[in-house]
């Protein structure tokens, strides 16, 4: 009250000087007009502080209404009466009013983050979420290192399961600090093994690096079909951190765990018999056993640790198959019937971690193959070839807070044919591999696309060119195209160069425990030639179509498609079974 009398005061007297000058000069009285402005803003500076001082005093006793009733009387209002403002009516429930108050205060003073974080407040108890995440972002952009800020961010992270993301901003603070760590149900590893596979231990900071290696490590040993990891924090400002491991997924102690992934392939003539985990020393086995007259075949992949870094691979893998040729090779008039091909391959390979995000794999083959029925070109020479196959896989850019991840990949095999007259190729290849999770939680719905290319050079055997179409040996699916006509492969284009774009969308319809059915459209586009003329498409294909994946006890994959070839018109139906 004081401070209006004095203002009352003032404008008083330069009402009676104006009077009483009323002839005067016009200089005196923009003298007298800047003298009064000079005045009131004095009196309004002298004035603001005090008021602050009050409104402090009353909101830390509780008074919140008194606090909103002497931030009334100011005027105009600083930086800290609006925050006080808006922190009174939050403590009161009147989260509207606190909210306008807020959202008000940062259109005047933009570049103070604490409107932001408390307008993520305010959306937190809202229960809106993703608001309050936007809130927080535009906060730490002004300030990148506010404690509070970040950890607030890292919480809402972590409760919608994204850790990546939440020790992203954790990390900016020097959090999270764990105080314990334990397994949930022990891990069924050998101690020191396990105790390499992890990066991270009790009294260190819990960093996305470590996670990462931590995952990478996880991922080469193969045992374990799903895991997560939980973050619970104590009083003491650290965290105790429990390893969540899912083999109980995957019922093995059962009859059905083990005989349902064994007998998937039977309709196709085919049984897969794995054993994971020898010795708890994450030694696995993986066979197939084909007989299929058209595709025989048997297949045997033992890998293991050196340590979780390194891990070693032998494999044997031998074939007896019959192809088609018939539209797809352009070498001889009505193409090639009933061609035989014999072939067995062996060989070693050592994959090593070499940072958490990059991997390299190199190994040595020796591939023997003959063919029957063929005809006087190169591609159907007999003989034996030595190769050496080196592959990078990179984990290229990810964006956890979207949830947005790329990785890349790429392969280059060598090799000398032992044919007469010897020669030698290589292959190159090179993967794209982008998905996209848009919802803030969960996997209901998953958006990929894959961009992948290869081409070879020099002399190359038949059975190493590449093939676009769906064949449960090939892994370049083109959906609209089958490999397949009447049980023997060669009826999609073959050839030494392609490229291959797929994308899709796949959305959860139904998760049960032991199951899981998804469902979505896909896109396909690619090419593929040979410089020969012998093999390839001859134009640009473009399929499209819709697919099903049913997973069940966690590993069994059972892949149901139905495409339409665009250029063709034609629609194809596909079954294909995975154990992995």
């Given amino acids: 009250m004081e401070t209006h009398r004095k203002l009352g005061s003032a404008r008083r007297t330069a009402d009676r000087l104006a009077t009483n000058s009323a002839s005067g000069s016009v200089t005196s009285i923009v003298s007298f007009s800047i003298l009064l402005f000079c005045g009131t803003c004095l009196v309004r500076a002298q ?37 006080y403002q808006g922190l009174a009516m939050a403590r009161l429930g009147r989260l509207d009013e606190a909210e306008r108050v807020f959202l008000h ?27 309050a995440k936007q809130y927080l972002h535009k906060a730490l952009r002004l300030a990148p290192a506010d404690n509070y800020g970040n950890d607030f961010l890292a919480s809402l992270y972590m409760l919608d399961g994204n850790l ?17 760590f334990q397994f949930a149900p022990v891990l069924e590893l050998n101690p020191v093994l396990r105790e390499r596979t992890f990066a991270i231990s009790p009294g260190q900071v819990f960093t996305r690096d470590r996670l990462l290696m ?51 392939g039977l309709p196709f003539r085919t049984i897969y018999f794995d054993h994971d985990n020898f010795g708890q020393q994450a030694i696995n086995l993986t066979s197939v056993w084909r007989w299929d007259p058209n595709k025989r075949r048997v297949a045997v992949n033992l890998s293991g640790p050196l340590n979780p870094r390194w891990l070693y691979r032998f494999a044997v893998d031998a074939r007896d198959e019959n192809w088609e040729l018939r539209t797809t090779y352009f070498g001889r008039a009505g193409g090639l019937q009933n061609l035989i091909l014999q072939k067995i391959e062996t060989g070693a390979s050592l994959e090593f971690g070499l940072t958490s995000k990059l991997q390299w794999t190199t190994g040595l083959w020796m591939v023997g193959r003959r063919f029957r029925n063929g005809d006087a070109s190169q591609f159907f020479a007999n003989g034996w070839s030595f190769e050496q196959r080196n592959g990078l896989d990179y984990r290229l850019w990810a964006w956890p807070e979207r949830r947005v991840r ?19 190729f290589a292959t190159v290849r090179g993967d794209l591999n982008g998905v996209w999770k848009p919802q803030s939680k969960g996997e209901n719905v998953v958006v990929s696309a894959r961009m992948r290319a290869g081409r070879t050079f020099g002399t190359l055997p038949f059975d190493e060119l590449f093939m676009l179409g769906m064949e449960r040996d090939n892994d370049l699916w083109l959906r609209g195209h089958v490999g397949t006509r ?18 899709e969308v796949d959305r959860t319809l139904l998760e049960l425990p032991l199951f899981r059915l998804q469902m979505g459209p896909f896109f396909d586009t690619g090419w593929i030639t040979d410089p020969s003329r012998q093999f390839g498409s001859r134009a640009w294909m473009q399929d499209t179509g819709a697919q099903a994946k049913i997973t069940a006890i966690g590993r069994v994959k059972l892949t149901l498609v139905y495409g339409r070839d665009l250029r063709e018109g034609r629609g194809v139906f596909y079954v294909a079974v995975s154990t992995r």
């Fill in 47 to 83: 004035t603001t502080p005090e008021v602050e001082r009050n409104v402090r005093t009353l909101y830390e006793r509780g008074d919140w209404a008194g606090a909103i009733n002497a931030v009334s009387e100011a005027n105009p209002l600083s930086k800290d009466l609006y925050l």
């Fill in 406 to 424: 790329v990785d890349a990949s790429a392969r280059l095999q060598t090799g000398r044919l032992f044919t007469a007259p010897p020669s030698t």
């Fill in 164 to 180: 990546e993301a939440a020790l992203k901003y954790w990390n900016r603070i020097g959090q999270p600090l764990v105080q314990t």
């Fill in 214 to 264: 931590t995952e990478a490590n996880l991922d080469r040993l193969g045992v374990l079909s799903g895991y997560q990891f939980d973050l619970t924090p104590r009083q003491d400002q650290r965290f105790d951190l429990t390893f969540r491991s899912f083999e109980t997924v995957r019922p093995r102690n059962f009859w059905l765990g083990q005989l349902l992934p064994a007998a998937s």
């Fill in 105 to 131: 205060a940062r259109q005047i003073y933009p570049d103070d983050p604490r409107f932001a974080l408390e307008l993520a407040g305010v959306a937190y108890r809202n229960k809106d979420h993703v608001a």
């Fill in 486 to 503: 009447d049980g023997r492969k060669g009826s999609a284009p073959l050839g030494s160069e392609y490229a291959l774009v797929q994308t």
